[in-house]
């Protein structure tokens, strides 16, 4: 009789450099302890988004890149297999979005944006910081991400700071059910690159659907890269009850652990 199998992946957002796959191991490394002390996996993977965010060499939290007015307004989401969701979009003075998405999955909400969700992170204990003071590392990077299944659910988390000099107003795929991440009974997906091309090709849903007809991960990824032009830089992170696969059309610093019993 086959083992229970848990898997947790993470990634550093597509046109991230390998060489800096140190934080994705720390990510995993930290999500696999909390999976053995029996932390619900939708907060698993927020906690190695956390690691992330936290990593001025990635395009999320602290790494944040600044928009054409000089601010730093970011997009986080996570779901899981529970069929929770919460997203923010275009929120400011947070350093770890994601945690404010959490609270969002974790109420009647689904996505709250700009002033409204800084307002609701503050009201459920988050503290403000000006992070159009801190220093990015990360010019050519794209959304970071989590997925895990701890042998039982899937979830999955994204946290970014959008598309440098962009306009304020500008959301991409990250906080947009489907798009950017999907995860249910068959599997996580979660996606990085260019928005507005993972948006309209409603990347994560679709590879998701993929998982559903039995397909391994590793042809859903191959078929999921081949909807993006070369111009376009996309990257993912799937799982399901037997497996995982990752990959990009860039340089994407991403790790894995697995275990079984």
């Given at each position: 009789?086959?083992?229970?199998?848990?898997?947790?992946?993470?990634h550093g957002g597509a046109g991230s450099e390998s060489k800096h796959s140190d934080?994705?191991?720390?990510?995993?490394?930290?999500?696999?302890?909390?999976?053995?002390?029996?932390?619900?996996?939708?907060?698993?993977?927020?906690?190695?988004?956390?690691?992330?965010?936290?990593?001025?060499?990635?395009?999320?939290?602290?790494?944040?890149?600044?928009?054409?007015?000089?601010?730093?307004?970011?997009?986080?989401?996570?779901?899981?297999?529970?069929?929770?969701?919460?997203?923010?979009?275009?929120?400011?003075?947070?350093?770890?979005?994601?945690?404010?998405?959490?609270?969002?999955?974790?109420?009647?909400?689904?996505?709250?944006?700009?002033?409204?969700?800084?307002?609701?992170?503050?009201?459920?204990?988050?503290?403000?910081?000006?992070?159009?003071?801190?220093?990015?590392?990360?010019?050519?990077?794209?959304?970071?991400?989590?997925?895990?299944?701890?042998?039982?659910?899937?979830?999955?988390?994204?946290?970014?700071?959008?598309?440098?000099?962009?306009?304020?107003?500008?959301?991409?795929d990250v906080p947009l059910i489907g798009c950017g991440l999907y995860v249910g009974?068959?599997?996580?997906?979660?996606?990085?690159?260019?928005?507005?091309?993972?948006?309209?090709n409603i990347t994560a849903y679709r590879t998701y659907e993929m998982l559903m007809?039995?397909?391994?991960?590793?042809?859903?990824?191959?078929?999921?890269?081949?909807?993006?032009?070369?111009?376009?830089?996309?990257?993912?992170?799937?799982?399901?009850?037997?497996?995982?696969?990752?990959?990009?059309?860039?340089?994407?610093?991403?790790?894995?652990?697995?275990?079984?019993?």
């Amino acid at each position: 009789m086959a083992g229970k199998k848990r898997i947790i992946l993470a990634h550093g957002g597509a046109g991230s450099e390998s060489k800096h796959s140190d934080a994705t191991e720390l990510a995993c490394r930290l999500g696999m302890e909390l999976i053995h002390v029996e932390t619900p996996v939708l907060e698993v993977v927020c906690r190695g988004v956390e690691i992330l965010e936290n990593d001025p060499r990635f395009n999320a939290g602290t790494g944040s890149r600044k928009r054409s007015d000089g601010s730093v307004r970011m997009d986080a989401a996570c779901m899981d297999s529970h069929n929770r969701f919460g997203g923010v979009a275009g929120v400011q003075h947070f350093k770890h979005p994601v945690y404010v998405a959490y609270g969002v999955a974790n109420s009647q909400y689904r996505v709250l944006t700009g002033e409204d969700a800084l307002q609701y992170g503050l009201e459920i204990g988050f503290e403000t910081v000006d992070m159009t003071r801190v220093k990015s590392y990360a010019p050519n990077t794209d959304t970071v991400g989590c997925v895990a299944f701890d042998g039982d659910q899937f979830a999955a988390a994204l946290s970014t700071g959008g598309t440098g000099g962009s306009r304020p107003g500008r959301i991409g795929d990250v906080p947009l059910i489907g798009c950017g991440l999907y995860v249910g009974p068959h599997g996580a997906v979660c996606a990085t690159g260019h928005g507005e091309s993972i948006t309209l090709n409603i990347t994560a849903y679709r590879t998701y659907e993929m998982l559903m007809q039995g397909i391994d991960p590793h042809e859903a990824l191959a078929t999921a890269l081949s909807w993006f032009e070369k111009t376009e830089d996309a990257g993912l992170l799937i799982v399901n009850r037997e497996g995982y696969a990752a990959g990009c059309n860039r340089t994407m610093a991403w790790s894995v652990l697995t275990e079984e019993d």
